[in-house]
């Protein structure tokens, strides 16, 4: 049996749970092997992590030459990692850099490539997935029919199921073209951490558009009492209520969680291309004729400023 | 200085969206747009035009692959103020993948523009239909250049390129210099809508429609047929059942969202 990549996602060597859902889904198609781009004394960490995911080899590949650089130098050192391993297929994280990196590597070697998967399956050794198209309104079923398969999957996509694996160190040195090094990081601010989930990843997320009138305080109340991510429609996101990378919808992240709460969103094409696949869907607004309605199990028409807190009330109560 | 455009026609979103018998989507018998997400590329392209010391001297081409009616989505951007169009049709380009869709749009931008190679190559953040979000990444790799993508801000000075990107764990300034590939995100501006003096202008502007054979294409290496994916399936989702709707009256409503809550075990 071949190999199937999993590229680490993680952030500082601190290993996200995305990378475990991929390990997950290798293990169908191959022997899950791991490969950590990042500071090389975390490696050992890394291998600890990921080796309780079935990970049996881990390509550990020392970031000090690549990380000034956007996305390209990773490719360059993805391919070199895929002529060591000769894999099955190889499994990306489905975010921004994840799938620029895609593109690049599938260029890079010939190969094919699908983005987005909420699945994947193999079919006779033949990795098979299943992607979410068109604002969530069509299911689409795909393979790749030239090289090794390379496959950006979406947070969620399974459950993570722990397996024995080596978890064997393999240090891999990589060399970077100059032409890749063409755009380089010359500044970089992190994100505040919320203390919250991950949008991406979240079991629950609440999320306020233009009907919160830019007072949030509600949408995070209530999230916080559900344990849930926050996050905010376009309106909300252009009006400068909230980050961009709060946003939910077709230019923002696409989520699907087990429950959503809109909150004074109406629900235009481009939101529900964001969440349109989550398992259970509530919405608050004041507007009965909201399309968002449409799309509810269960749906309050009312004003958020008074229902949101009472809901958050009645959590709070009943989890006590 | 010159700049290509990528520009992609796409279904309408809020149309509907399906597919044809071969799994490829359904671009001929919907109404068709220029993706609303290469409006912002086109936008922050006429923006550095006017912005240059010699704007005369900036000039701008849209860019497109695409069936007949494709030529729509290189007619709004000349209308938006575009200086000049370049559409690729060709029979065998149909169903072709991101892979051969790169393929063809970078032979198209190896030929530069008058004569003279492009110094920046612009791409929206992704199309509003197959919404892969990676033929940006896939030209700077075909064309061996630096790519500056997902720019909620582009600045440049001479040659040099600075963006601002908004990562999911972080706000990066990525530099360079070029020729380079820029993709720009809905964040980096408002795209102007065509006045009735642009629409008029855009009527007298130079269109060219090129074949796979002017770019030295070879067809075989485009199309369904040799796309490196296959479609297996497609399936419609079946419509969500209708959910239950309550009036808030005097708090009922949270009290009843918070039962049903319960009752699917959230809390």
């Known amino acids: 049996m071949s190999e199937i990549l999993v590229l680490v996602d993680h952030a500082e060597g601190a290993v996200k749970k995305p990378t475990y859902e991929m390990l997950t889904l290798a293990a169908r198609l191959g022997e899950p092997a791991a490969v950590f781009i990042g500071p090389k004394d975390k490696g050992s960490e890394v291998a600890e992590a990921v080796k309780r995911y079935g990970a049996g080899t881990v390509y550990v590949v020392d970031d000090e030459a690549l990380k000034g650089y956007l996305v390209a130098p990773k490719a360059e050192a993805l391919q070199q990692v895929m002529e060591k391993s000769s894999p099955g297929a190889v499994l990306i994280a489905s975010s921004a850099e994840g799938k620029e990196i895609a593109g690049r590597l599938a260029i890079k070697t010939g190969s094919g490539l699908i983005t987005d998967a909420v699945d994947v399956e193999s079919d006779h050794d033949t990795a098979v997935t299943t992607q979410s198209v068109f604002a969530g309104n069509y299911t689409v079923k795909a393979k790749v029919t030239r090289g090794t398969p390379i496959i950006t999957v979406k947070p969620n996509s399974a459950a993570p199921q722990e397996a024995d694996g080596a978890g064997t160190v393999e240090e891999v040195s990589v060399t970077v073209s100059d032409a890749a090094k063409g755009a380089q990081i010359v500044a970089s601010q992190p994100r505040k951490a919320t203390g919250r989930p991950e949008l991406t990843e979240a079991a629950i997320v609440v999320s306020g558009g233009r ?110 | 200085m010159k700049i290509a455009v990528c520009v992609k026609y796409v279904p309408d979103a809020t149309g509907d969206r399906h597919f044809e018998e071969d799994k490829t989507v359904d671009r001929v018998g919907v109404d068709g747009l220029l993706s609303e997400l290469d409006e912002y590329a086109v936008e922050q392209a006429l923006q550095l035009k006017e912005k240059a010391e010699n704007p005369e001297d900036v000039v701008v081409t849209a860019l497109c692959v695409g069936p007949e009616a494709a030529v729509d989505a290189v007619r709004k951007a000349l209308q938006m103020g575009a200086d000049q169009g370049v559409h690729v049709v060709d029979d065998a380009i149909a169903g072709s993948d991101a ?12 030929r530069g523009a008058d ?115 296959e479609v297996a399936e497609t399936t419609a989702r079946p419509p969500r059942e209708a959910g239950e709707i309550v009036k808030d009256e005097e708090g009922s409503g949270a009290k009843a969202l918070a039962d049903f809550l319960a009752a699917k075990k959230f809390i």
């Open chain 2, 99 to 110: 892979i051969a869709t790169s393929l063809v749009l970078a032979k198209a931008i190896e």
């Open chain 1, 211 to 320: 009907g919160t009138g830019g007072s949030f305080e509600p949408v995070e109340e209530l999230a916080d009492a559900l344990g849930a991510a926050v996050g905010a429609s376009r309106a909300a996101v252009d009006s400068g209520w909230k980050p961009h990378s709060y946003q939910i919808g077709q230019t923002g992240k696409t989520v699907s969680p087990q429950l959503y709460i809109a909150a004074g969103i109406s629900g235009a094409i481009q939101h529900r291309a964001g969440m349109q696949t989550s398992k259970t869907i509530v919405a608050v607004n004041k507007d009965e004729e909201a399309p968002i309605f449409e799309l509810v199990d269960f749906g309050v028409v009312g004003d958020l400023h008074t229902v949101l807190p009472a809901v958050t009330e009645e959590v709070k109560q009943r989890k006590a």
């Open chain 2, 115 to 229: 004569g003279a190679p492009y110094d920046l190559v612009m791409c929206g953040m992704a199309s509003t239909d197959g919404s892969m979000s990676v033929v940006p990444a896939m030209l700077a790799e075909r064309l061996s250049l630096p790519q500056l993508t997902l720019a909620s801000k582009v600045e440049t000075q001479g040659a040099q390129v600075r963006i601002q990107r908004d990562g999911d764990t972080a706000t990066e300034v990525v530099g360079g210099t070029m020729p380079m590939v820029i993709s720009v995100t809905d964040q980096s501006g408002e795209a102007r809508y065509p006045s009735f003096k642009g629409i008029m202008a855009a009527k007298k502007k130079p269109l060219e429609t090129l074949s796979l054979s002017d770019l030295g294409v070879d067809a075989g290496d485009v199309g369904l047929s040799v796309a490196w994916t």
